[in-house]
């Protein structure tokens, strides 16, 4: 009897391991690799009228046949739009994490050295924008930036200036609204790592003679780094392919790989050099994201993380 | 359709469902919807209700500003949509690569309604006018604020009115009061194109090149690139100058004078021509409900509905025994129902290639970012 039962728990066991960590593994072939794979075959493939696509395969009297074109890649190459496009969205994927990263910083800082009682107030606060559609939330920002909006009839009612200052649709009011967006996304791995952190480190560092500067820089930034680097992430990868913000806040002269992107896919019909720059971007962002995790899970193994 | 429904009834349902079947064959087997895919600010106020109260057919209306946007969706498939509305320049790609349903004409008397010249010039994209009827047409233009205008360039307007765009020496004084252009390839090209004496639809790739270098001279003074947001923006006194659509153009200049603001908005219809769009009801080819689409169509080309469209948006239509249901202060409006000699000088819209399109999309992108 007693044997059959650890049988059984261990039959659960062993199953139950698999199920809870198959769940992640089989949602991201669902949702990523897979639609990886489709655009990838998007991205070789082509057509001539746009709307119906050759076959990538053929299979014929024994004979198979694969054609792949890699003309769009050669394409994306030759044509310097592109490769601009690439480093202006990434310039400006940039400017919003190290933005986010000055501001949520010293937030989530503050919210880790709260008192208990007030933290979840405060994350509750943090989080609150997301109750409304963030769709609202940025066009928001288009009626305080505006000529005529609120921030220009402020300053010119108050006398600091005469001409409205021109806001939106520039650089600056994109900036604003990324920041804005994403600065949740630095604050909550921050703040997680940083709560977590053990006070009497700081301690020990002020008894060693470290003034609070000193303790900040060689204590806690160092301790808070993978929260650093996770909210980095959150921020940076999607704002490299951001469409939405650069298309309501944007200027006409902002290049971003989304708009890119959606040249290609209406305007042009061009879906396989659609796939191509879509490919192209994740491999951008993908492969020093790889060189990156490779360089952090030998440091760990090192014990040195 | 018998054999579809058994599946998801119960058998008592389906012994009734085949008595029902058997009395009113296939009409009583579409659902009563219609999913119906159209331009921003392109229809009358009661003219989905009153189709509705008349039919039963429940009618879900979504919108979109751009050609390319509903071509991308066709292309892709499986829109749920039953009755779209491609400009026909477009409707020939999407014909000729499978994504529409022939129209059966027999259910659609009110065909006879419509004008023949019309038919003829959508007979060019669509041979035997198989597929597409006319929804409302227009002509890409010039709009603006008169006082603003004239108070900026500090006189007359010019002989041509393109120049109000195209010509540094106009652009550059009203880069004040502030200029928009349609944000598409599509609808700014063909107009460029003509400015510099080159065919709107050019094949030849180094045509484009200067219509390109003219639009580089301009862009400093261009404010916006929208297709829709413009109207209110016009109507609202922070646009003075923009190229529109026709229809847009007096819906701006509409509310302008319904809210009072003194902001006099007037289309012009230039000299020198313009480049003409028919918009057109068609039917993919994967449609649920063409039954009802059909019924849509014959509904739209009453004479009666067909007037409330031209009412409400200010756009020439496609049947003429409508002109006694349209309001005269409309039918007078010579940027809707062009005169004749005007409509002459107007050129109809031409389908591009791939190859032009992309060199389009192309020079559009370097010439809005400024590069």
Not at chain 1, 180 to 209: C, Q, S
Not at chain 1, 269 to 294: E, G, H, Q, Y
Not at chain 2, 198 to 216: F, H, I, R, T
Request: with cysteine; hydrophobic share 45%.
């Amino acid at each position: 009897m007693s044997t059959a039962t650890t049988l059984i728990d261990k039959m659960v066991d062993r199953w139950g391991r698999r199920l809870v960590i198959g769940t992640p593994y089989l949602y991201l072939i669902l949702v990523f690799s897979i639609p990886f794979f489709v655009v990838l075959k998007l991205s070789v493939s082509t057509s001539n009228d746009g709307i119906r696509f050759e076959d990538l395969t053929t299979f014929n009297d024994w004979v198979f046949n694969l054609t792949a074109s890699f003309q769009k890649y050669r394409f994306l190459l030759q044509d310097d739009l592109y490769l601009n496009t690439y480093g202006s969205s990434l310039k400006f994927a940039t400017i919003n994490t190290l933005i986010c990263l000055f501001i949520g910083y010293p937030f989530a800082y503050f919210m880790a050295r709260s008192p208990v009682s007030m933290r979840p107030v405060l994350l509750m606060l943090v989080s609150l924008p997301f109750w409304t559609s963030y769709l609202l939330r940025v066009y928001a920002w288009r009626g305080l930036l505006d000529d005529s909006g609120t921030v220009n009839s402020l300053l010119i009612w108050l006398g600091a200036i005469d001409e409205p200052i021109k806001m939106m649709h520039t650089a600056f009011s994109m900036t604003v609204g990324m920041v804005y967006t994403y600065l949740p996304f630095m604050i909550l791995p921050l703040y997680a790592n940083l709560v977590k952190m053990d006070g009497r480190l700081i301690e020990a560092a002020n008894d060693l003679g470290a003034g609070p500067m000193r303790a900040f820089w060689l204590v806690t930034v160092p301790l808070s780094k993978n929260g650093i680097i996770a909210g980095s992430m959150l921020v940076f990868i999607p704002s490299v392919g951001e469409y939405v913000i650069p298309e309501l806040l944007g200027g006409p002269e902002t290049l971003m790989i989304g708009r890119v992107l959606w040249d290609e896919f209406f305007a042009n019909n061009d879906w396989a050099m659609a796939s191509a720059v879509a490919v192209t971007m994740v491999i951008l962002i993908l492969f020093p994201l790889a060189l990156f995790n490779k360089y952090q899970t030998a440091a760990v193994g090192r014990g040195t993380a | 359709m018998t054999l579809f429904h058994q599946k998801f009834h119960g058998s008592l349902a389906v012994l009734a469902f085949s008595i029902a079947a058997f009395v009113a064959p296939v009409q009583a087997a579409e659902e009563k919807v219609l999913n119906i895919y159209n331009w921003s600010d392109y229809i009358g106020p009661d003219t989905i209700s009153n189709f509705e109260k008349e039919t039963g057919i429940k009618v879900r209306y979504d919108n979109f500003d751009t050609n390319e946007i509903l071509h991308a969706k066709l292309v892709a498939g499986k829109t749920g949509y039953d009755l779209v509305v491609p400009s026909s320049n477009w409707a020939k790609i999407q014909l000729e690569g499978g994504l529409l349903m022939p129209l059966d004409k027999s259910k659609i008397p009110n065909l006879k309604n419509l004008d023949t010249n019309l038919m003829k010039q959508l007979g060019t994209m669509d041979p035997g006018n198989a597929y597409i009827t006319p929804w409302l047409w227009g002509v890409t233009t010039v709009g603006i604020n008169v006082d603003k205008v004239k108070a900026a360039i500090g006189g007359p307007l010019p002989e041509n009115v393109w120049d109000l765009l195209f010509k540094p020496e106009y652009a550059s004084k009203l880069k004040s009061c502030g200029i928009s252009m349609l944000d598409s390839a599509d609808e700014v090209f063909p107009a460029a194109m003509r400015y510099v004496g080159k065919p709107a639809y050019s094949k030849n790739s180094a045509d484009y090149q200067v219509a390109a270098n003219m639009l580089k001279n301009i862009r400093p003074f261009v404010t916006l690139f929208s297709s829709s947001g413009y109207i209110n923006d016009m109507a609202g006194g922070s646009i003075c100058v923009a190229l529109g659509w026709n229809g847009d153009i007096n819906i701006a200049a509409s509310r302008a004078k319904e809210a009072k603001n003194g902001n006099n908005i007037v289309s012009l219809v230039p000299s020198t021509g313009a480049v003409l769009f028919f918009d057109t009801m068609a039917i993919p080819s994967d449609a649920a409900h063409p039954e009802n689409a059909h019924k849509f169509i014959n509904y739209i080309l009453r004479p009666e509905v067909n007037a409330e469209l031209t009412n409400k948006v200010f756009y020439a239509n496609g049947v003429p025994s409508s002109t006694k249901f349209i309001k005269p202060e409309v039918a007078s409006n010579k940027s809707v129902f062009m005169t004749p000699e005007d409509l002459a000088k107007m050129v109809p819209p031409e389908a591009v290639n791939n190859d032009i399109r992309r060199l389009r999309t192309r020079l559009f992108t370097t010439f809005k970012t400024g590069r």
